[in-house]
């Protein structure tokens, strides 16, 4: 006689439930479907329901190993397994130092006079964020955090327009995409999406002469959200780490 099927099987069936809708949303809004606060909401409910339902299992799967059920304990194992998937893909994309950062979504190299959006500004939609600087209030919060110490000015030994120049070609190879540049003028501007959520976020880049050199500030800015989790700052860091290799390269 074939043996019944445990119960616990649903436990697994609603965590896939759960993680299919998680999944759902995150695409919807990587496709710009939906906005991202609906988004959030099923992020935030999905994965609270999800550990919720890990924690249950962890109790059935004592119980299989007590009562000897080989069926119940698997369920109950992965359900925990995809119950803690939530948490765990967040802190392995973003980085666990990240969730500690203050909640700012605007980092500039010059929080005292950050460069400024010019073209960007006719592609931004009713509803993001200000394109204007926090002023005193977002740079204090900038500076007090040692995880940003390292967003400093770029000193490169080459004109203002040449190192506009490589700066546009750092640009493109990170998939940027480039609304303004005048070389001449040490002004480039560009749009750049997040990897997973598809998030626009903007980016200016200015570069002024500077006792013979060429010192190249950036400002990175998230549309939406209250804090960009780091995000903005590692663009910053990767974009400058690029640029001062290009540019020895170029010596």
Not at 4 to 14: A, I, Q
Not at 36 to 53: H, M
Not at 75 to 88: C, D, F, H, Q, R
Not at 165 to 184: D, H, N, Y
Request: a positive charge; proline letters at 5%.
């Amino acid at each position: 006689m074939r043996e019944k099927k445990h119960w616990s099987r649903w436990l697994l069936v609603v965590q896939c439930l759960l993680l299919a809708a998680m999944f759902i949303a995150g695409l919807l809004l990587r496709l710009d479907v939906i906005d991202f606060r609906p988004a959030f909401q099923v992020f935030k409910f999905s994965g609270l329901a999800a550990l919720g339902v890990a924690l249950i299992s962890m109790p059935v799967f004592i119980w299989g190993l007590v009562s000897r059920r080989a069926d119940s304990r698997r369920n109950a194992i992965w359900a925990v397994v995809l119950g803690v998937l939530p948490v765990a893909v967040p802190l392995l994309t973003v980085g666990k130092d990240n969730f500690d950062v203050p909640r700012i979504h605007d980092i500039s190299t010059d929080t005292q006079d950050p460069p400024r959006y010019e073209v960007v500004l006719s592609l931004r939609e009713e509803g993001d964020n200000s394109p204007l600087y926090g002023g005193e209030t977002v740079a204090a919060k900038q500076r007090g955090a040692e995880i940003y110490a390292d967003i400093q000015p770029l000193l490169l030994d080459m004109p203002v327009a040449r190192a506009t120049e490589i700066a546009a070609q750092v640009a493109k190879s990170m998939g940027w995409r480039l609304v303004a540049f005048e070389p001449q003028r040490g002004h480039l501007e560009a749009v750049d999406r997040t990897l997973l959520l598809g998030f626009t976020d903007d980016v200016v880049v200015r570069v002024r002469p500077e006792n013979g050199r060429a010192r190249v500030d950036v400002r990175s800015s998230s549309r939406v959200g209250i804090s960009d989790l780091g995000a903005n700052a590692k663009r910053i860091r990767r974009f400058l780490g690029e640029l001062g290799q290009r540019a020895a390269a170029k010596d």
